[in-house]
T-cell receptor, first 115, second 112 residues
Framework: GAVVSQHPSWVICKSGTSVKIECRSLDFQATTMFWYRQFPKQSLMLMATSNEGSKATYEQGVEKDKFLINHASLTLSTLTVTSAHPEDSSFYIC???????????FGPGTRLTVT | KQEVTQIPAALSVPEGENLVLNCSFTDSAIYNLQWFRQDPGKGLTSLLLIQSSQREQTSGRLNASLDKSSGRSTLYIAASQPGDSATYLCAGKKTSYDKVIFGPGTSLSVIP
């Protein structure tokens, strides 16, 4: 099956700093990538959808200026959490799909802790 | 707005039992439905994907069914093992272009 990787797998940063998370499709071209956030003991909530070469579409309630998403190539999307605060601490998961696939392939997730 | 519920929220069974997890969509217009497993602190593992034209999918001890008319899916786990302990999430979308909506999950504990 298709493989999606995320880097880093975990990161700790200080409040007020920015952190970038990478999502890569390793063996297929990802025309669409999705970013999810999961708080402890809760399900995944979609944050935004990005198509390669286009601006991301954000879900209601997600601050686009705080969560910057770039999908500049068919194998890489990045999520930058700007001016992070402790309440941004969460598990961030990306997924990717190609134009000819029914399925979304999920990355292993990145655990962000903001101190 | 499509919403997904999963019943039960938590389940504890002795090893060897067969069990059924349930998933319901408020809108029965389903393009496809996926079952995932998530271990604590880990990402998602895709278990089974059912297209709207299919009624069920099987993989080893797992069988997932989809009833489009009612917007319901079940995940059947046969002969449960302690290694099956995890949270099981169902997720689906209405069209090929739609976003995937996740259920809240069922936390399964299989007691040795």
């Amino acid at each position: 099956g298709a493989v999606v990787s995320q880097h880093p797998s975990w990161v700790i940063c200080k409040s007020g700093t920015s952190v970038k998370i990478e999502c890569r499709s390793l063996d297929f071209q990802a025309t669409t990538m999705f970013w999810y956030r999961q708080f402890p003991k809760q399900s995944l909530m979609l944050m935004a959808t990005s198509n390669e070469g286009s601006k991301a579409t954000y879900e209601q309630g997600v601050e686009k200026d705080k969560f910057l998403i770039n999908h500049a190539s068919l194998t890489l999307s990045t999520l930058t959490v700007t001016s992070a605060h402790p309440e941004d601490s969460s598990f961030y998961i990306c997924s990717a799909s190609s134009w000819d696939s029914y399925e979304q392939y999920f990355g292993p997730g990145t655990r962000l802790t903001v101190t | 707005k499509q919403e997904v519920t999963q019943i039960p929220a938590a389940l504890s069974v002795p090893e060897g039992e067969n069990l059924v997890l349930n998933c319901s969509f408020t809108d029965s217009a389903i393009y496809n439905l996926q079952w995932f497993r998530q271990d604590p602190g880990k990402g998602l593992t895709s278990l089974l994907l059912i297209q709207s034209s299919q009624r069920e999918q099987t993989s080893g001890r797992l069988n997932a069914s989809l009833d489009k008319s009612s917007g319901r899916s079940t995940l059947y786990i046969a002969a449960s093992q302690p290694g099956d302990s995890a949270t099981y999430l169902c997720a689906g979308k209405k069209t090929s272009y739609d976003k995937v909506i996740f259920g809240p999950g069922t936390s399964l504990s299989v007691i040795p």
